[in-house]
T-cell receptor, first 114, second 111 residues
Framework: SQTIHQWPATLVQPVGSPLSLECTVE??????LYWYRQAAGRGLQLLFY??????ISSEVPQNLSASRPQDRQFILSSKKLLLSDSGFYLCAWSVRRQGGYGYTFGSGTRLTVV | DQQVKQNSPSLSVQEGRISILNCDYT??????FLWYKKYPAEGPTFLISISSIKDKNEDGRFTVFLNKSAKHLSLHIVPSQPGDSAVYFC??????????FGAGTILRVKS
């Protein structure tokens, strides 16, 4: 079966500290991978997406970066966190299916920068 | 540039009645539309989708209508249940690429 794992579930980090959030996918190959963020009271904003290993597209300029070292692994990083990086981070993948596309989201990481 | 808009931040409906959530889009390249339900501190859960070649798709209590000329879609929930209370996101993609989300609508179903 196709599953997506995202960790940690919650994280509290001081301003200026580094960040690494990891997402892995099982049961599919060559998926498109995405990182989204939901700030408090806001919608889902696309941060990065990847169509293959080493291929990263950034949607908004920010303090974050993403990497895809393996086909089913997507990492969100920061060298120095800002207060404004607080939010709910979601990893997702998509693959073509009959009649359209299947998009599946992870359970999310609640990041609080203090 | 908001390509997908959900202009109603919230909606309150009585149990058993119909809930109608609306969504507008601006990008004519979008060819696939989805609705997601989300609870706080959880990932979005897929509800229903529709391809641009259709104007209606039904799945149980959920029906999505697409009006391409108006660039408008809506989600109908009939009958509404208290367990339907959540944030509903409209999303769209072009040729299977990145999903673009609306800002969400909070649905409250009162018993």
């Amino acid at each position: 079966s196709q599953t997506i794992h995202q960790w940690p579930a919650t994280l509290v980090q001081p301003v200026g500290s580094p960040l690494s959030l990891e997402c892995t996918v099982e049961g599919t190959s060559n998926p498109n991978l995405y990182w989204y963020r939901q700030a408090a009271g806001r919608g889902l904003q696309l941060l990065f997406y990847s169509v293959g290993i080493g291929q990263i597209s950034s949607e908004v300029p920010q303090n974050l970066s993403a990497s895809r070292p393996q086909d089913r692994q997507f990492i969100l990083s920061s060298k120095k966190l800002l207060l404004s990086d607080s939010g709910f981070y979601l990893c997702a993948w998509s693959v073509r299916r009959q009649g359209g596309y299947g998009y599946t989201f992870g359970s999310g990481t609640r990041l609080t920068v203090v | 540039d908001q390509q997908v808009k959900q202009n109603s931040p919230s909606l309150s409906v009585q149990e058993g009645r119909i809930s109608i959530l609306n969504c507008d889009y601006t990008n004519s390249m979008f060819d696939y539309f989805l609705w997601y339900k989300k609870y706080p501190a959880e990932g979005p859960t897929f509800l229903i989708s529709i391809s641009s070649i259709k104007d209606k798709n039904e799945d149980g209590r959920f029906t999505v209508f697409l009006n391409k000329s108006a660039k408008h879609l809506s989600l109908h929930i009939v009958p509404s249940q208290p367990g339907d209370s959540a944030v509903y996101f409209c999303a769209a993609s072009a040729y299977g690429n990145k999903l673009v989300f609306g800002a969400g609508t909070i649905l409250r179903v009162k018993s």
